[in-house]
């Protein structure tokens, strides 16, 4: 099937390996459980549910990147801003023929496109289930794309522009990505460039090398060293934008006071609370001082600040 596709001798590579946003969101969240006021308890538990579902969808993701066996170079949680746009990115998937932008939805419930390319979600069980309306995955993941060509061309002049145009066009490709494999997915009315980029995520090898074959032309090949050297480009450029979860659930006013009343305590990361200096017992660091989160002992909470020596 992919007799005339010329590959780079090499397996995947996950260029950032550790910790997302998300996953580094949902660590602060739950810790916020315990100092939460209670008239923002809910919007916290409703958040905490919906990052459980986001982590786990990227999770399987990663999983079938890792395992495809398949000469690629990804990288997850990439935050790129351009000319006052900012986005961020699911996975960036840098292949021998294409780059991938893929957004991972782990929804809940079934979904269907209808001829106009609208997405609507059932959910529920019996008398009780509900159709609702989605905001298209597409529309957000197109803006993605276009941020992406739009980076690559703003070095370049007038003339060359509108010849990269259609190279990167071409090149850089947007993929939906349904995680949970209990979704249902109707596409059957869907416009076909629409139904075309949104797959499940146990399909996301195969379309993958499908892509790729579609365009396997030798002298457009890149070598893995060049893969690497592209990824790690956009990777150059990712600027996470800090999101302060003590302050968006009504925490943080208190902490600013404590920060006032003893100046040079630093913030808890977590929760919000004054920090206080300690030295590490245990693990790699034993020995060495940090600042550890002054309601430890009352919440448990594991906000920690090393203190470089």
Known sequence: MFGRLTLPDHGPVFLNKGATRSELDLRKMEALRSVVPDDRREDLE???????????????IV???????????????LCLEHEGTRVQIDFLV???????????????????????????????????????????????????????????????????????????????????????????LSA????????????????????????????SRKDFVESFGEMETRAANWLSLNAPQKDDLAERYGILPAARQAKTAEVGVPICPLCGAPMVERVARYGKRKGKRFWGCSTYRQTRCKGIINIDE
């Open 46 to 60: 409703r958040d905490i549910r919906l990052a459980r579902a986001g982590v786990a969808g990227e999770r399987k």
């Open 63 to 77: 999983f079938e990147l890792a395992n495809s066996h398949y000469p690629l170079v990804f990288m997850h949680d």
């Open 94 to 184: 840098v292949t021998p023929y294409h780059a991938l932008v893929i957004e991972c939805k782990n929804l809940v419930g079934d979904i269907e496109i209808d001829s106009s390319g609208s997405f609507v979600r059932t959910f529920g069980r019996g008398r009780q289930r509900r159709r609702e309306g989605v905001y298209s995955p597409v529309a957000q993941n197109r803006r993605h794309v276009e941020l992406l060509k739009a980076i690559r061309m703003s070095n370049s002049g007038r003339i060359k522009r509108l010849a990269q145009r259609f190279v990167l066009d071409e090149y850089y490709r947007s993929v939906i990505v349904l995680a949970n494999e209990k979704t249902l």
């Open 188 to 215: 059957d009315a869907a416009p076909k460039e629409v139904r075309e980029q949104v797959i499940r995520a146990d399909q996301l090898v195969e379309f993958i090398r499908r892509l790729d074959a579609g365009r």
